[in-house]
């Protein structure tokens, strides 16, 4: 994935990540970036193991529990993932 694209996906999730309810959203964008043909393979792998914690956080939403630390974690995660993967493209 290119330079550009990567500092716009962090934007976008900058933009998103203080709400629950960009949940989909920002699943939906990571599910983007996992299939996207330009992705490198590591940035797809570390996608998919990110994908974990978007399932911990639907596990607990649906237990009524409270969900904010799982949804904080989940895009910590992918925030982090997207920062490194643009570093490595300097």
Do not use: C, H
Not at 7 to 19: C, G, K, Q, T, V
Not at 32 to 38: I, K, L, R
């Amino acid at each position: 994935m290119q330079k550009e694209k990567l500092e716009d996906l962090a934007a976008f999730i900058r933009e998103n990540r203080s709400s629950e309810g960009n949940f989909e959203k920002l699943l939906a964008k990571m599910e983007d970036a996992a299939t996207d043909n330009e992705t490198k393979e590591v940035l797809k792998i570390t996608l998919e193991d990110i994908r974990t914690k978007a399932d911990e956080y639907r596990k607990a939403k649906e237990t009524g529990s409270m969900a904010w630390p799982e949804f904080e974690k989940f895009v910590s995660e992918f925030e982090k993932a997207v920062m490194e993967a643009r570093r490595a493209t300097e």
